[in-house]
């Protein structure tokens, strides 16, 4: 039985010993949520298939053969370490990094990072001052802008296209600029020529240059700068384990910076901040022979390279879909055109199962985007072979809130829509009340419905002949019955049978 | 030719970092098996304070099986953590009790991410941090990355803080119970803390990192719900002696809490990490499993004897609650440095305390260990002493030899507080014999039993080497030939064999 002790708190209850920004800040939103997205849609883990985290599609190395990890010793070294604290200088595993690399890059220029998150952190510790400003691209990965926020700063967003080319006197005004390269989530890859420039640009105004490449080994890893950061201080390149080998469970990224750069951060890093585990398993792989050219990644890239094709070309083909360019093992698609937002559309995929990463959050709130991974040939079918129920339970959605406001404020709707540009969809003077039908699909061909085939190769109920919800007496005979008392379900049935039946 | 130059440009970080060292710790065995050459197994870490019982896969009770833990995390090794962390704060609210629940809970990749998620949402740079000394050196080095300005205060100050002590500091750091001292405040004299700086606007951050392996009873958890103001660290890795995985976990209000939990790193818990710590939080028993309770009854008792052993042999151990052991060498003229070293040099690590805020270098803290562990430190420090003993009277004996060879025998040491040790008259210059331990009972030499139990040479009643006429004879040998083995014997043979 504890003794009850009276605490006397500040007399504002809700006061935190907390930074008065802090208190605004969200946790960062990420794709590959399966715990989350299985809980929330009632599926098992196991049936869902996950376009929405970029882990390199061929999986972990592993589970081939080309190589020489064991993943039995490789647990049994760490085993035997794990009663003791891990040596902090990282010694090897910094030197596997560094060797990865090549191109010059020694143990001295490694910081390593439990995740690349801790990396950002540690480095915005160590560079911001109050006031500094901080320039990241539009779009960009979420944990630039979360990081940034713990830091009281909010960062200024740069349109990707234009972020080569910012002017000098901006680049001057920064402390830091962030660079996602291949961009996460737009796939773009700028060339090492490209990089290069833009890396001694930002030297020149010291403004530190931070090049995040945790998917380059995906994509291009001779377009890296990681090798000149040995000697440029204002440049900082970010690496990781995670994506390129699928490991998200062993988190693991590296810093490369010149020795000076790397020694500071080295100190201020939390020591121990990698556990006998990561230690083990990154050493391992960062070990494989050919480091970034090694057959495993070259097979990874191959076929990323093949699937972001097909796919890409399949998605482009599909109406209202633009497929940006990518060099990466995603791609980012524009539905600007669609006549479904790209939450109502992630969403919808969501409850079949498939996770999508919708993008408004990387394009400030506008729900135009999303970002697919690549994944094989099969799974992709998979995700295809949704959409066509993905389109009709989404109309149906939308019908049916339509159809709930109508009820609601029966007094909002116009009988004829002016405005609307497909108008008259069937002839002038249509009533538009039920422009989203409620009895949606009615798979009744005497109304003048029909099936055809979409574009996915499946069939698709289509309304095109039939006019019957336009008749403005019928409209409002249907509208009366369904705004009588009861369940909306019910009354639509009655609707059918009293109001339509007849007509047929 | 390499031409270097000076690279006059600053590099692009903070200025207070350029002269920032991260902090010194125990538990480098690696880095002293390099250093000594001793191989990593045969090397005792009596340096770092884990669990002396072991981890829990030692002890089939627990039920748990490490192996079958540690391929459970790496099957979800392509898969991302649960950000959230559902289950692990589930599971350490349950141990932790004291109703605690999971929104209390903010998850940690070890101590010092924790303490660095709390510095960098309360402190700007320039901010004071109270900490009282001496104490666990990662408050100040954490504190410090964030810019912050460090005031002193010392640990008996806790029982009577006040706000001329507090004063404006963001946040008061108590170590409970305290590294290195070993000292364990009760929950009261916590609680009388927390409020005063409550009061103040002070955070108080209290590191229960040791309580599991202390008193559990006295841990403050149940009070941070009605007090935003009381921050809690728990680790996992001292008690279940398992540092390779880092893991911990930090207790606050639900409201405080949330804040923590949106600012820290994303997935800062691997799988791995996620997997065993859940499923060692999950011991029946909580912090009263059988592992711990047993845990901390071989500590108490092997604290008792280890405690007593140091006493016996003059050195001033603190009482500790712990374990480990906080202990004053000030009586032997080695220092805490000094010491550490050669014991390493043995294969035993212990915590050479210089590196603590300002407590000089008459400090070490010894890890409780087993028995048969323990009897090893103990009989190393014997050995250090023994050896350094040795040193300085070769030391001294060489200086004496050298004076002689300029002058002469050189008489009696009249300023010399034992003088006479034997006889009025007698010679000093071979104070610290040659031949010891000549082991010679002709001499009137002995053997006698020492303080801690084995035997020692005893010279009381030999005053040989005290006799003019005999110091001159050895001396007209070691002063020629120098002082090596062969001298030695030959030294033994002219001055000593024949007047035996």
Known sequence: MHTQLLIIVSEDDKKLPVKRYLLDISPCNHGGQLDKASEELDIAESDILDFSSCLNPVGNPFKYEDNDLDIENLRNIAAAKLEQYPDNRYRELRSAAAAFLGKGIKNANIVPGNGTCELLRLILECTLEEGDKVIVPLPCPLEYHHSCRTFGTVPQKIALDEMLRIPKRTIEKSKLIFFSNPNNPAGKLASREEMREFASKCAEHQTLLVVDESFIELSDPAQSVADLAIDNDYLIVLRSVTNAFSMPGIRFSYGIASKAMADRLNSARLSWNIGALTESFATGVLSMEGGPDSSYLKRSREFISKEREYIAGRISALYGFKVLESSANYILVDMDGHFMDSERFVNRFASHGVLIRECSDFFGGEKRYFRLSVRSREDFEKLIGNLDDVYAESSREAAREQLEETIEHPEKTVSSRGTCSYYPCHFQGQDCTFCFCPFYACEDEKTGGFWIDSATGGKVWSCEKCTLLHQPKTAKKILDVLMDEGDTDENILKAWREVIKPLL | MIIVSENTAPIPVKEYLLALEPGAHGGLIRKSSQEYCIPEDEILDASASLNPFGTPFEYPYTGLDLNLL??????????????????????????????????????????????????????????????????????????????????????????????????????????????????????????????????????????????????????????????????????????????????????????????????????????????????????????????????????????????????????????SSVNYVFVDISEFSMNSTELAQRMASHGVLIRDCSSFQEIGDDYIRVAVRTREENDRILKTIKQVISEWGREQAEAMLDANLEKAADCGRLGSNTDCDYYPCHFEGQDCTLCFCPFYPCEDERTGGQWIESSSGGKVWSCLYCDIVHKPEVVDDVLSVLVKEGRNEKSIKKAWKNALETRL
Do not use: H
């Open chain 2, 70 to 319: 540690l391929d459970r995390g790496l099957e979800k090794m392509e898969q991302y953590p649960d950000n959230r962390y559902l289950e692990y704060r589930k599971a350490a609210a349950e141990f932790t009790g004291m109703g605690v629940v999971p929104e209390n809970i903010i998850p940690g990749n070890g101590s010092t991410e924790i303490i660095r998620l709390v510095a960098e949402c309360v402190i700007k740079e320039g901010d004071t941090v109270l900490i009282p000394q001496p104490t666990f050196s990662e408050y100040e080095v954490q504190c410090k990355v964030l810019g912050a300005n460090i005031k002193y205060t010392r640990q008996q100050d806790l029982l009577s803080l006040n706000g001329d002590i507090l004063e404006d500091a963001k946040i008061l750091f108590v170590c409970n119970p305290n590294n290195p001292t070993g000292q364990l405040f009760n929950r009261e004299q916590i609680a009388d803390i927390a409020e005063k700086c409550a009061r103040n606007g002070t955070l108080l951050f209290v590191d229960e990192a040791f309580i599991e392996l202390a008193d559990p009873d006295q841990s403050v958890a149940d009070m941070v719900e009605a007090n935003n103001y009381l921050f809690i660290q728990r680790s996992l890795t001292k008690a279940f002696a398992i540092p390779g995985i880092r893991m911990g976990f930090g207790i606050a209000s639900t409201s405080f809490a949330k804040v923590l939990n949106n600012a820290r790193l994303s997935w800062n818990l691997g799988s791995i990490a996620d997997n065993v710590a859940t499923a060692l939080l999950k011991m029946e028993g909580g912090v009263r499993s059988r592992y711990l309770v047993e845990s901390r009854d071989l500590i108490e008792t092997e604290r008792d004897y280890l405690t007593q052993k140091l006493t016996r042999r003059g050195f001033k151990p603190f009482k």
